[in-house]
């Protein structure tokens, strides 16, 4: 027999005032396993993880912990019966409390009951020497750390995390994310994240669920999200991007860059071929010569640089191509700033490509 999923979601729906604002939503997280619900301000993430926890009821649809029904048509298991875990924005720990004492709060018999189990969870964050202090007395990261160890001490089946680390200083939040990744990995938990961060999503997820408007428009791996998004707006969330507009004739799009196959869409239609600006490759002006076409990189266009700017790690070069006046922007790693009107050839990566029928 195979286990069932740790957390199921099935066909979930709330509406507000008539508007749906979680739409069909299905997904399933593993044991073990990190889902990022990832998508703009107003999408539906934080709606969902309502559902879940069962602080809010959907219109319909069905919620499982290890494939035992907590929410379908009729029922409604409450939250403190749920065994999911809760880990909100404003985390905020009980400040009459210590830390000992916040993070064997929802520990039967308490912290006299649980000193080894407190003990090792705190030496696990390096938060052992604080187990006698109380809130006021910790930073910002470290409060974070025992509302972590908080939300792990009852072994929860499921942890919900909502926008957990929006509140800590960016250079905190890389090292306080590493962390606790690994001890979420270790304890074994299923997470369900809300960000509305790709990066933090890419950081974490072994699975990214992003939604647009209540729906769920593409699941899976971070690499398949970033490397093969489902549409323009997919891929424009994860980084900017670069648009060539063209016309399919004969199961292929002319651009200045050579043709694009672009099969299974209609001759006549108009079509997007997109490229994010790290994926364009430049070459210098030789006497009105270009590189030569290849297999990977198809035909140069030349182009003149309208702007250049230092980005701190990498350069980012704006151009406009001689031919179609198409503006691209290309991202170089290093410094890379040549003056503007510099002429210049640009080649697309072609595995590198997408094309999606114009939205
Ligand atoms: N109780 C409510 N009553 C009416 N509308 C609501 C309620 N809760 C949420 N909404 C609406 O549902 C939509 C989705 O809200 P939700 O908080 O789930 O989005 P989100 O993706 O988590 O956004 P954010 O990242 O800004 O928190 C929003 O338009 C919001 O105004």
Not at 177 to 186: F, G, H, Q
Not at 344 to 357: A, E, G
Request: aromatic share 6%; proline share 7%; charged share 25%.
């Amino acid at each position: 027999m195979t286990t069932p999923p740790r957390l199921e979601v099935q066909n979930l729906i709330r509406a507000f005032d008539g508007q749906r604002v979680v739409d069909r939503v299905v997904f399933a997280v593993e044991a073990g396993q990190v889902a990022c619900l990832l998508g703009p301000s107003g999408c539906g993430k934080s709606t969902t993880l309502r559902l879940v926890a069962g602080v809010d009821r959907p219109d319909s649809g069905q919620i499982f912990v290890d494939g035992k029904p907590v929410c379908d048509g009729k029922l409604h298991i409450p939250p403190e019966r749920r065994s999911v875990g809760l880990m909100f924005q404003d985390f905020a720990l009980f400040p009459h409390l210590s830390v000992s004492e916040n993070v064997a709060f929802g520990l039967k018999g308490g912290y006299s009951a649980n000193r080894a189990r407190v003990a090792e969870l705190l030496e696990r964050v390096r938060m052992s020497s604080h187990i006698d202090s109380y809130p006021h007395e910790l930073s910002g990261g470290e409060q974070q750390r025992v509302a972590l160890v908080r939300a792990l001490a009852p072994q929860p089946r499921v942890l919900l995390m909502d926008e957990p680390f929006s509140g800590l200083d960016e250079r905190l939040r890389d090292g306080i994310r590493d962390e606790t990744l690994a001890l979420l990995k270790e304890e074994g938990t299923a997470v369900l994240l809300v960000t509305h961060e790709p990066d933090e999503a890419m950081r974490m997820a072994d699975q990214i669920l992003l939604m647009r408007d209540g729906r769920i428009v593409q699941q899976g791996a971070p690499y398949n999200l970033y490397n093969a998004p489902a549409d323009r707006q997919a891929a424009a969330f994860f980084s900017d991007i670069n648009i060539l507009n063209g016309v399919v004739q004969g199961a292929l799009t002319e651009t200045p860059f050579g043709d694009f196959l672009t099969p299974g869409i209609p001759d006549g239609s108009e079509v997007e071929i997109v490229i994010r600006p790290q994926h364009l490759k430049i070459d210098f002006d030789r006497a009105g010569q270009g590189p030569a076409p290849t297999h990977e990189n198809g035909t140069a266009a030349l182009a003149r640089v309208v702007r250049a700017r230092y980005l701190g790690r990498e350069s980012l070069v704006e151009f406009t191509t001689d031919q179609g006046g198409i503006a691209l922007n290309a991202v170089v790693p290093g410094v890379f700033l040549p003056p503007a009107d510099t002429p210049m050839w640009l080649m697309l990566r072609r595995d590198r490509v997408f094309v999606f029928p114009k939205e």
